[in-house]
């Protein structure tokens, strides 16, 4: 079965920096666009980014335009989220996630789903 498992996860000041990592196995990772989304306390879980299969396309939420970076390693089966200039509200259990498709979307619409890593941003 899929199994996604996140890491990277911590505690920093604000305007620091984490890179999270998201290793895959279960199915062949290349074929597949990954995502990583994230639930602050007392909110709903919203998308941050996704990245195509080839890495060829990239979204990212507004918020996080500028600051984040989503790549992927095919011959890692790993996916990364380069945080840079956190700020407290980036808060957050960070959850990688798979789509059984190729191309990514923004919406939940992705099939399997990590565990999660805690990012904590202090002021």
């Known amino acids: 079965q899929v199994q996604l498992v996140e890491s990277g996860g911590g505690l920093v000041q604000a305007g620091g920096s984490l890179r999270l990592s998201c290793a895959a196995s279960?199915?062949?990772?290349?074929?597949?666009?990954m995502a990583w989304f994230r639930r602050a306390p007392g909110k709903e879980r919203e998308f941050v980014g996704a990245?195509?299969?080839?890495?060829?396309?990239?979204y990212y939420a507004d918020s996080v335009e500028g600051r984040f970076t989503i790549s992927r390693d095919n011959a890692k089966n790993t996916v990364y989220l380069q945080m840079n200039s956190l700020k407290p509200e980036d808060t957050a259990v960070y959850y990688c996630?798979?789509?059984?498709?190729?191309?990514?979307?923004?919406?939940?619409?992705?099939?399997?789903w990590g565990q999660g890593t805690q990012v904590t941003v202090s002021s």
């Open positions: 996630a798979q789509r059984s498709t190729g191309y990514p979307t923004t919406t939940n619409d992705y099939a399997y």
């Open positions: 990245i195509s299969n080839s890495g060829g396309r990239i």
């Open positions: 279960g199915r062949t990772f290349s074929y597949y666009a």
